[in-house]
């Protein structure tokens, strides 16, 4: 299984972006989707998921309203849209998939079974 993200890059404060992460021998649907971040310093932390391919969405409070993810299936591609980015948001962000999590797990990175290999978000203030 391989997760390939892209669409890091700098950006200003109050800028965009968006996030794609597209996985290789395995279906997405199904299975618990996230993304999480890690800034320079600081422990990889939760960002935002689907459970179990359900259509329900998972955020940290700090990326709540701001952040949106979202799925293709038949692209079996993940994104994370970006919106109103703070100089905090800057990490590198990563996209993971856990096969087997509950609900109470998937802000833990430890529920992630596979991850991408991570793409840089700075925000300039």
């Known amino acids: 299984v391989q997760l390939q993200a892209s669409g890091g890059g700098l950006v200003q404060a109050g800028g965009s972006l968006r996030l794609s992460c597209e996985a290789s021998e395995l279906t997405f649907s199904g299975y618990t989707m996230g993304w999480f971040r890690q800034a320079p310093g600081k422990e990889r932390e939760f960002v935002a998921a689907f459970f179990r391919g359900r259509s329900n969405t998972y955020y940290a409070d700090s990326v709540k309203g701001r952040f949106t993810i979202s799925r293709d299936n038949a692209k079996n591609t993940l994104y994370l849209q970006m919106n109103t980015l703070k100089p905090e948001d800057t990490a590198v962000y990563y996209c993971?998939?856990?096969?087997?999590?509950?609900?109470?797990?998937?802000?833990?990175?430890?529920?992630?079974?596979?991850w991408g290999q991570g793409t840089l978000v700075t925000v300039s203030s």
């Open positions: 993971a998939v856990a096969t087997s999590a509950i609900l109470s797990t998937i802000r833990s990175s430890n529920a992630y079974r596979y």
